[in-house]
């Protein structure tokens, strides 16, 4: 079966840094996305890593490590509305379907 | 706007009730996806149309049955449902899935429509 597992909920400061971490268990491995999704709304895509290293989207990076099963989403220069769920999936071998981690729930205060 | 449209976006209904849940894509994707999503739980798979034949069903009670005429729309029919049905149901769509020939980073990215917020009492 697959494991993925992100903190439950974060709290940050307005102007802040903030790390996500995921880290996951599957049969083989297909690339990582990340989404946010803002309470009531649809989840939206952020990025998706495949191969190790970082990518950087403006103030919203994510990291990943095949051999340690692990990513993070960096999040800078934090806005109030960057309070959100951030959901992890990841695409196990031989599919094209994620499958989703529980989400953290991330506050941003001023 | 993320192209993709789920009507209605709340519902109530009682164990006894027949409803249906209408999902439309607007992005010329060819699979499209049920998502249920409860708090405190990741959200779970539950059927899956790639060029409107069905993929996956995800060990899903039979009071859910999906339907998908054509690729741009896709339903749920829902039937003397349970009160621990009550969820966020979300539908998705992507370009497609299950090309091992296809690298394209994207290829399998999922766009979510807003959900639907059922409560069965």
């Known amino acids: 079966g697959q494991n993925i597992d992100q903190p439950t909920e974060m709290t940050a400061t307005e102007g802040a840094i903030v790390q996500i971490n995921c880290t996951y268990q599957t049969s083989g491995f297909n690339g990582l996305f990340w989404y946010q999704q803002h309470a009531g709304e649809a989840p939206t895509f952020l990025s998706y890593?495949?191969?190790?290293g970082l990518e950087e989207k403006g103030r919203f990076s994510s990291f990943l490590s095949r051999s340690k099963g692990y990513s993070y989403l960096l999040l800078k220069e934090l806005q109030m509305k960057d309070s959100a769920s951030y959901l992890c999936?990841?695409?196990?071998?031989?599919?094209?379907?994620?499958?989703f981690g529980r989400g953290t729930s991330l506050i941003v205060h001023p | 706007e993320t192209g993709v449209t789920q009507t209605p976006r709340h519902l109530v209904m009682g164990m006894t009730n027949k409803k249906s849940l209408k999902c439309e894509q607007h992005?010329?994707?060819?699979?499209m996806y049920w998502y249920k999503q409860s708090a405190k739980k990741p959200l779970e798979l539950m059927f899956v149309?790639?060029?409107?034949?069905?993929?996956e069903n995800n060990s899903v009670p039979s009071r859910f049955s999906p339907e998908c005429p054509n690729s741009s729309h896709l339903f749920l029919h829902l039937h003397t449902l349970q009160p621990e049905d009550s969820a966020l149901y979300l539908c998705?769509?992507?370009?497609?899935?299950?090309?091992?020939?296809?690298?394209?980073?994207?290829?399998?990215?999922?766009?979510f429509g807003p959900g639907t917020r059922l409560t069965v009492l």
């Open positions: 992005l010329g994707h060819n699979a």
């Open positions: 890593n495949v191969l190790d």
């Open positions: 998705a769509s992507s370009p497609k899935t299950g090309s091992k020939q296809d690298s394209h980073v994207r290829a399998n990215t999922q766009y």
């Open positions: 999936a990841v695409t196990p071998g031989g599919s094209y379907i994620p499958t």
């Open positions: 149309y790639n060029f409107k034949e069905q993929t």
